[in-house]
């Protein structure tokens, strides 16, 4: 067979990139995303990992990780970090992600309103006091995080992020997205409804990511990147935290984390599938974000084609290609484009692989 050489168009997708401290040889971003193993079956998951980095992706993440047990997700099985004897089968997850040359990313969670705490049977904790909001409408209510709570909240962070960096990882993600995670709790006006110095005005609102930023980074900043997972728009209307709320917030805090790791609304929203999606379907809530900060964008949207990764490079919209399927679905896919061995049809609706023995 020929030797195949690949297209100069798509070399910028191959250019290193700077995550605060660290850099990726590329920039080709698996962004977290869970595969159901987590904390019951971390060999498979660090295996599912490693075939990803033998692919060629540039930063890899795991899927999110339980940072203590007063909010966790049972029946739904996710990794958990919540005391030093979680660290070993993360340090073979992130031994994995590394053998090729990629960064190594762990995903923190504090669930709040959306941890039932089936399992550790511990009262839930939220930004403010409402029913539990869970896939399975469990009959549970949530009490609000009071001072003292929010003080031993941001400690555990600090505690997460010190065994994250044990374990081996390169990069924290801060988990903000999709409805879930404590950072949006705080950030929306939907489920933050406290009167104090943590509530009402935007700025109130984002005083808790501030603080977790910034601790983190006292922590383990001179060593790791940490990035900032967040909705682009809830999708809920004037309540909900919208995308021209989202664009204040960056603007406000242009600097905060080391990257901006910006997702669609809903779950829903984000993951939908190519039969309703197309292709970068994101791309007009996250246009123009870039002006607002000065660190790098990481953005989704079921991207396949070299071609339209490469229009969000050079049009300033993303620094990063996000993907989650397709990275299941292409695991190679970075390391067969580097050798030209991957080739799109005319329409650049299907993707073939020109096989070569490497």
Aim: aromatic share 8%; hydrophobic share 35%; proline share 5%.
């Amino acid at each position: 067979m020929r030797d195949l050489i690949r297209d100069p168009r798509y070399d910028v997708l191959f250019e290193p990139m700077d995550i605060g401290p660290v850099t990726s040889k590329n920039r080709f971003y698996q962004v977290p995303h869970c595969n159901g193993g987590g904390y019951r079956d971390p060999s498979a998951a660090a295996e599912m990992r490693g075939v990803k980095a033998q692919g060629g992706w540039g930063v890899i993440f795991t899927e999110q990780c339980e940072i203590h047990h007063t909010s966790e997700i049972t029946p739904f099985i996710e990794l958990r970090l919540w005391e030093d004897k979680d660290i070993p089968m993360l340090r073979k997850m992130s031994g994995k992600m590394k053998e090729y040359g990629a960064l190594a990313g762990i995903q923190l969670a504090y669930s709040g309103i959306n941890g039932p705490n089936l399992y550790s049977k511990e009262v839930p904790m939220a930004v403010s006091a409402a029913p539990i909001r869970t896939f399975t409408n469990d009959p549970l209510q949530a009490r609000a995080l009071d001072k003292t709570d929010i003080r031993d909240l941001r400690r555990w962070f600090i505690n997460a992020a010190k065994r994250s960096k044990e374990a081996g990882f390169d990069l924290i993600c801060l988990y903000g997205a999709h409805g879930f995670g404590i950072f949006q709790h705080f950030l929306s006006r939907a489920t933050n409804h406290r009167t104090d110095e943590y509530g009402g005005s935007l700025e109130n609102r984002a005083r808790f990511v501030n603080e977790v930023i910034s601790d983190m980074k006292d922590a383990v900043g001179d060593k790791m990147g940490i990035t900032l997972r967040v909705s682009l728009d809830e999708t809920i209307g004037e309540l909900g935290f919208s995308n021209s709320e989202v664009r204040d917030f960056i603007e406000m805090n242009r600097n905060l984390p080391d990257l901006w790791d910006l997702a669609q609304g809903t779950w829903e929203d984000c993951s939908g599938p190519s039969r309703f999606k197309e292709e970068g379907a994101q791309e007009q809530l996250v246009r123009g974000i870039h002006e607002l900060t000065d660190k790098p964008i990481v953005g989704v949207g079921r991207f396949t084609s070299p071609d339209v990764m490469t229009k969000m490079i050079r049009s300033g919209t993303l620094d990063f290609i996000g993907c989650a399927r397709p990275s299941i679905a292409i695991h190679s896919y970075p390391r067969k484009l580097k050798k030209g061995g991957l080739r799109i049809s005319a329409n650049a609706l299907a993707v073939i692989f020109v096989l070569r023995a490497t």
